[in-house]
Nanobody
């Protein structure tokens, strides 16, 4: 069983930065694909960024050039560095290990971009 705990969300002004962290308990962290999703009010959950076991990264078009996903297997932690934040980035951000259908989810962390 894997449990995920996210942190790092908050209120930030447009143009600002945040770094989200997701730490996993349990074993097998390194073998899972890791991803960040987000869900804005009234919208479906969407994939923001993903990193595979082989460190291949993919990003939503909205995140390219602004967000960076990374992981530290020694710390069982995956990160999402978010720069140049926009009001449309406002959402609850969720960490995922092992895929959207059968994987594990964190509880979510709120990111609000507003002046």
């Amino acid at each position: 069983q894997v449990q995920l705990v996210e942190s790092g969300g908050g209120l930030v002004q447009p143009g600002g930065s945040l770094r989200l962290s997701c730490t996993a308990s349990g074993t097998g962290f390194s073998i899972y694909a890791k991803a960040w999703y987000r869900q804005a009010p009234g919208k479906q959950r969407e994939l923001v960024a993903q990193i595979t076991m082989g460190d291949t990264t993919t990003y939503a078009d909205s995140a390219k050039g602004r967000f960076t996903i990374s992981r530290d297997n020694a710390k069982n932690t995956v990160y999402l560095q978010m720069n140049s934040l926009k009001p449309e980035d406002t959402a609850v951000y969720y960490c995922n290990l092992g895929g959207a259908v059968h994987g594990y989810w964190g509880q979510g962390t709120q990111v609000t971009v507003s002046s």
